[in-house]
């Protein structure tokens, strides 16, 4: 059973938006602290959005305010990360993740992965 799914990855130029979805098991999404995670080749992973699907965004990182927002959609156990004006540093292999945490606790780490979408955003 596949237990995160994204889709949503494309080749935009810059200033172009994408709108990415992760699809999660009905467990984890009711049980579990979701987030978006992005690495670029030669970067190390990145942590974008953490968020509670019961008390809401949790954290957003400096990199991606104003630009990147996320929501949910509980009937179908989907999160959305909608990317806006985005620049040849947004191209990066975007994951969505799980940890088993409602709370988004930081003492646990995030355990479950999705396959990834790539981005892309030429200039």
């Known amino acids: 059973q596949v237990e995160l799914a994204e889709s949503g990855g494309d080749s935009v130029q810059a200033g172009g938006s994408l709108r990415l979805s992760c699809v999660a098991s009905?467990?984890?999404?009711?049980?579990?602290?979701l987030g978006w995670f992005r690495q670029a080749p030669g970067n190390e992973r990145e942590q974008l959005i953490t968020?509670?699907?019961?008390?809401?965004?949790?954290d957003l990182d400096d990199s991606v305010k104003g630009r990147f927002t996320v929501w949910q959609e509980n009937g179908k156990n989907t999160l959305y990360l909608q990317m806006n004006s985005l620049t040849p540093d947004d191209t990066a292999m975007y994951y969505c993740?799980?940890?088993?945490?409602?709370?988004?606790?930081?003492?646990?780490?995030?355990?479950?992965w999705g396959q990834g979408t790539q981005v892309t955003v030429s200039s």
């Open positions: 993740a799980a940890k088993p945490t409602p709370t988004c606790s930081d003492r646990v780490q995030f355990n479950v």
């Open positions: 009905e467990y984890i999404y009711k049980n579990y602290c």
């Open positions: 968020l509670s699907t019961t008390r809401g965004i949790i």
